[in-house]
């Protein structure tokens, strides 16, 4: 971005919007996907283009200027948030792609959105000029929203070679129909639906390569050579999907602070405020918060530094981006159980303010990428000399 006053700009707008995702936070949670007026609200506001390459209308922002905006509005509506961090970088990873995907995508309407669902659940096979692809892919994050989907599967190898090679696969709305199978009471309004798709084809060009991503060396890099498009994938995705904990632990320090400052005990009369252990899970929160932050802020610089300079990332560093994205969501889980704890028997309510970051938070640690155990091994190992075994990273 050319304006030096335009980042600050969209975390202002997030904080703008931040009542009103608040107060449809109910309505959407019924709705079982985020609103259309949200969607609205963040096309206007320019988040969908915040990693969109400015060849195609988008932004290019530092990625700390996206994830800002993410935790704002994470504070606000989790779900909401997860849809937009999730869908917003798939522009991101578009830019990765051939250019002739990017043209399918983009070329009649740079505001086509993209959802996805990496696990490779389905079936590739090879075909003339591409593969065909079936099967069923779950939790796409928005799919109501978008046009587009990415899908996760493994092409069959071939010749000598004995290893599967992973890719992702996009693919039009009328090559596939969402089955809507989201009934769930964590991060309930992001519409995560499964995606089923029947014999449908899809070019050689719509495919990005996981090596590719890996090596920081995607097709796409020959049209979009900022140095935003040469962060690795990995680093990138996982916390597109992590970050929004963080947000959630904020948001639920936000209530628990407004409604302890006011509570008198119902078992003593006194006041909450005064109670040590409830300032200590406030302090706790609040700590946790910070230090998720600074380490988010810090991976960020440090990899957009090596990207600027044209160097390669540290493999090492690499590996400990990877477990500290997991770990974020691990601590912030940590401190939105000690406030939802705290907060006494008021808390499981239905309308309970908090008890939506509890259940949200928990359902943010259950995606995959937010498994701190895999990717702590993986860091342990290097650091003891074995070698990497995570190339998602």
């Not at 051939?98 to 669902?117: G, H, K, N």
């Not at 046009?147 to 992973?166: A, H, I, N, R, Y």
């Not at 209530?255 to 006041?271: E, L, P, S």
């Not at 995606?367 to 650091?383: E, I, Q, T």
């Amino acid at each position: 971005m050319n304006d030096p006053k335009a980042p600050h700009e969209l975390v202002l707008k997030a904080r703008a919007l931040a009542p009103f995702l608040t107060e449809r936070a109910g309505a959407a949670a019924e709705l079982r996907r985020v609103p259309d007026e949200t969607i609205a609200a963040f096309q206007e506001a320019g988040f969908f283009a915040m990693l969109q390459p400015s060849r195609w209308g988008g932004l290019e922002v530092d990625p700390k200027v996206f994830f800002d905006v993410q935790m704002t509005v994470a504070a606000a509506c989790p779900s909401s948030a997860w849809v937009l961090g999730v869908v917003a970088v798939h522009n991101w990873q578009l830019a990765l792609f051939p250019d002739q995907a990017q043209q399918d995508v983009w070329a009649s309407d740079r505001s086509t959105l993209i959802s996805s669902s990496y696990a490779p659940t389905g079936k590739v096979v090879r075909a003339p000029g591409g593969y065909r692809v079936s099967g069923r892919w779950s939790f796409s994050s928005g799919c109501d929203h978008c046009q587009w989907v990415f899908l996760g599967g493994f092409v069959p190898p071939e010749g000598e070679s004995k290893t599967p090679d992973m890719r992702t696969f996009l693919l039009p709305r009328s090559d596939y129909r969402i089955d809507d199978t989201w009934f769930t009471e964590g991060l309930a309004a992001t519409g995560s639906k499964d995606i089923v798709v029947e014999d449908a084809f899809v070019p050689e060009h719509r495919t990005h390569k996981l090596i590719d991503g890996f090596l920081r060396k995607s097709p796409g890099n020959a049209q979009n050579a900022a140095p935003l498009f040469k962060l690795p994938f990995g680093q990138i995705f996982v916390r597109s999907v992590s970050t929004s904990a963080i947000g959630m632990a904020q948001g639920a320090l936000d209530v628990y602070r407004d409604v302890a400052a006011k509570r008198i005990a119902a078992g003593d009369g006194a006041k909450v405020a005064e109670d040590p252990s409830a300032q200590m899970v406030a302090a706790r929160a609040a700590a946790l918060i910070d230090e998720t932050k600074l380490t988010l802020y810090r991976n960020m610089d440090e990899m957009m530094a090596h990207a600027r300079a044209g160097e390669d990332i540290p493999l090492l560093r690499r590996v400990q981006f990877r477990y500290d994205a997991a770990n974020a969501v691990a601590k912030c889980v940590e401190a939105v159980d000690g406030l939802f704890t705290s907060s006494g028997g008021r808390a499981i309510f239905k309308n309970s303010p908090i008890l939506r970051y509890f259940l949200d938070v928990h359902a943010a640690r259950a995606h995959y990428a937010n498994n701190p155990d895999k990717p702590g091994r993986n860091l342990g190992g290097v650091l003891l000399g074995l070698k990497n075994t995570d190339f998602f990273l």
